[in-house]
């Protein structure tokens, strides 16, 4: 059944008419033309559609869109401000964590997400945090110094 749902995407007021059980991640690469978030496995599992809602990270292949009404949602394109890449976006730069880059957006705001609970992750408290998010290349000992240095950033002032 269609509905309308409004909710905040990116900063910006945003409404869709279509139906409420649609997965949030085919209406923001459809509707809404984002597609830094990708879809991977399809079933929660691997991490690479992860999005913010109300800064809580969630698979949005496993998110129906009305759960999204009255809420912010955040994608990898609204990380950055004023065109400026966020701490952990340049972190990744940085430290070569996106080497194929499927899995980057993804990984970048489950890091987000981990780093507002918990601003200052041990070696360890990152790895738990991390785990379920899979990167084909394999490239998580770059992701974890990735985050740490992003931590450090951002307990210094960085954006966000």
Known sequence: MRETISFKLNDKPTRLTLDGERMLLWALRSELSLTGTKFGCGEGCCG????????????????PVKDVKGKEVITIEGLANNGNFHPLQKAFIKHNALQCGFCTPGMILNAYSLLLKNPQPTHKEILQGMEENLCRCASYARIVMAIKTAAKEMKRGGNR
Request: glycine share 0%; proline share 0%; hydrophobic share 45%.
């Open 48 to 63: 690479v559609c992860t999005v913010l809602v109300n800064n809580e990270a969630v698979r949005s292949c496993q998110f």
